[in-house]
């Protein structure tokens, strides 16, 4: 056993270098390779990039029979298909983009043996000639690429991806089946597992560590970020970087204000600033597809060292040197901020990727949220669906902005990889320098806990905050809740550090903020522990650092 083990592991290796030439296995993709070679399923959970297309074309290369790749994107497919017969690969795919006689052409050789890898749309599974071409080829390996497109609790919801479970099922003979994805809810994993049948897989989430990232969150007005991104800018000169802003609007703006305020900056230093070379670029969907080429080429090819985008900007741009990716504003969940905010660093050296924020954001994004009508061809039902799980991956994003625990590590958590033990701090985020100090805030957030109680969980947040601090407001007096017992028990706590704390209370799963036009405040799974003798209970403090993006801890270039 051992020795056909170690014999197909070596086979792997082989074949990695001579169709790919790269030496070595990146973290997890050789057990996937070996799994699937063993004949078994798997669900391959890793970022994008991190390279899980070799984790099947290498099984595709070395298993007798056809692999069968489930590929969303047609417009990928053609650079795939190109790139493996360079490497010498027999591939090909089928899509709309043919016509009958092509497509007959495709599956004519591949039924005669002269393919190895086959790639198709999910859409494709359900025509008949392609049901007959699968039954009377010999098909080792079936993988699905995006697998959380099958799931209606994704982001990225296909129809078609549920006809791909019955298609394999129709096999007359059952291929192994490894399907990959990047999504980290568990409800999706779920999905993936059960509605492509899945059989026993060996479940591998992998890849989601990048300790090459300074992860930095900062709270920061709205009105002080633009000059915090120039003043980083001007002192990071020779540094490329993008940084995202949720509109196309903010996009100009800030590209615009760049230009004029870093250079200002640069020469109040006493640096030369007669260069005339733009510093930053907007880019966004909204421009003409020849200004975002434009844009786009200026900055992979350096000659624009920063890009000011919305989150159009980055499927499909290979700039390996980004030193640092700066996000004006928090996105809609980790998956999308994992994503953008990995577009630094790809080559390995140190690089941040920094979010500014503040609770305006949360406002934003929760009313985007339920006033997004979605789908058009879901149900209102689904549609709910679809908003809940939505809300549920903000919460993570907002989790994100709010925890005290090392950034590495929340995000691994978050993606369910298994941290071997390694020690908590990293060293290498703005929580495990200790750039934020904390308040004690234990009291606060007790009293706010039995107010939850006095006005039994029937209030919003905004009325249990007007109740502790003792307001007189007509609609908190005219309900009576000026006669609760915590009435006027904060009234010396600021109001906005009430409404922290209660956030963040929600956050950590002590309260819960139901949904909907009028959301009420419960109290959720960690109540009883408010209640405890050694209940101990902690905020950031507001961190004021804005104007001081050279002091920026153990980041970038050394
Ligand atoms: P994903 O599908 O996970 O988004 P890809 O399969 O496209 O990622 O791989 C991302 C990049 O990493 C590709 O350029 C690929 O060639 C490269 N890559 C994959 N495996 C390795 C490896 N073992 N060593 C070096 N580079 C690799």
Redesign the pocket.
């Known amino acids: 056993v051992m020795n056909g083990a170690g014999g197909a592991a070596a086979r792997a290796l082989a074949a990695?270098k001579r169709y790919?030439g790269?030496?070595?296995?990146?973290p997890g993709?050789e057990g996937l390779v070996g799994t699937i070679m063993s004949g078994r399923d798997v669900l391959g959970v890793?970022?994008?990039?991190?390279?899980?297309?070799?984790c099947y074309q290498i099984p595709a290369a070395l298993l007798p029979g056809i692999t069968i790749v489930i590929s969303p994107l047609i417009s990928l497919m053609r650079d795939q298909v190109d790139g493996l017969n360079d490497a010498g690969l027999n591939a090909a795919y089928i899509n709309t983009t043919q016509d009958p006689d092509e497509q007959g052409m495709v599956l004519a050789q591949a039924a005669a043996g002269q393919v190895k890898l086959l790639y198709v749309a999910p859409e494709r599974l359900e025509t008949e000639r392609f049901r007959q071409f699968a039954a009377h080829v010999p098909i080792a390996l079936i993988a699905v690429?995006e697998a959380h497109c099958v799931s209606q609790w994704g982001q990225d919801f296909r129809s078609a991806y549920l006809g791909i479970g019955e298609f394999i099922a129709s096999l007359p003979q059952r291929p192994t089946v490894a399907a990959?994805t990047?999504t980290a809810t568990e409800r999706v994993r779920r999905d993936i597992v059960t509605l492509l049948g899945l059989r026993d897989p060996v479940v591998t989430v992998t890849g989601f560590d990048r300790p090459n990232l300074y992860f930095d969150v900062i709270r920061m007005e709205n009105k002080h970020k633009a000059a915090w991104v120039a003043q980083y800018i001007a002192v990071h000169p020779q540094d490329s970087g993008i940084v995202y802003c949720s509109t196309r609007k903010e996009t100009e703006a800030l590209a615009e204000s760049l230009n004029s305020t870093v250079l200002q900056l640069r020469a109040a230093a006493g640096e030369d600033a007669a260069q005339s070379e733009p510093i930053a670029v907007a880019y966004h969907g909204g421009m003409l597809a020849d200004q975002r080429g434009r844009a786009q080429r200026d900055f992979v090819t350096d000659r624009v060292p920063v890009v000011v985008a919305t989150n159009a900007f980055g499927m499909g741009i290979?700039k390996s040197n980004v030193r640092f990716v700066i996000h004006h504003n928090m996105p809609e969940s980790i998956e999308a901020y994992y994503q953008e905010a990995g577009r630094a660093g790809r080559d390995g050296e140190p690089s941040r990727c920094t979010l500014l924020w503040n609770e305006g954001d949360i406002v934003t994004r929760r009313r985007l949220l339920d006033t997004d009508n979605g789908n058009e061809r879901l149900n209102p039902e689904e549609r709910e669906v679809v908003r809940m799980s939505r809300r549920r991956l903000l919460d993570g994003m907002i989790g994100y902005c709010r925890t005290t625990d090392c950034l590495h590590r929340y995000m691994t958590r978050y993606f369910g990889e298994p941290d071997d033990g390694r020690d908590a701090r990293c060293g290498n985020c703005s929580n495990c320098q200790s750039t934020f100090e904390t308040i004690d805030v234990t009291d606060i957030a007790r009293a706010i806990s039995m107010c939850v109680h006095d006005v039994n969980q029937g209030f919003g947040s905004g009325k249990i905050v007007a109740v502790l601090r003792g307001s007189r407001a007509q609609d908190v007096v005219s309900r009576g809740l000026d006669r609760c017992p915590t009435y006027g028990m904060l009234r010396d706590v600021p109001e906005a550090r009430v409404r922290d704390v209660l956030s963040q209370m929600a956050t950590d799963g002590f309260l819960f903020i139901s949904e909907g036009r009028l959301p009420t405040v419960h109290f959720g799974a960690r109540a009883g522990e408010t209640r405890d003798e050694g209940f101990h209970y902690e905020i950031k403090r507001v961190e004021r650092r804005h104007g001081n993006a050279a002091g920026h801890g153990g980041t970038s270039r050394r």
């Open positions: 990695l790919f790269y030496d070595s296995f990146r993709q890793m970022p994008t990039g991190a390279g899980k297309s070799v690429d990959f990047a290979d």
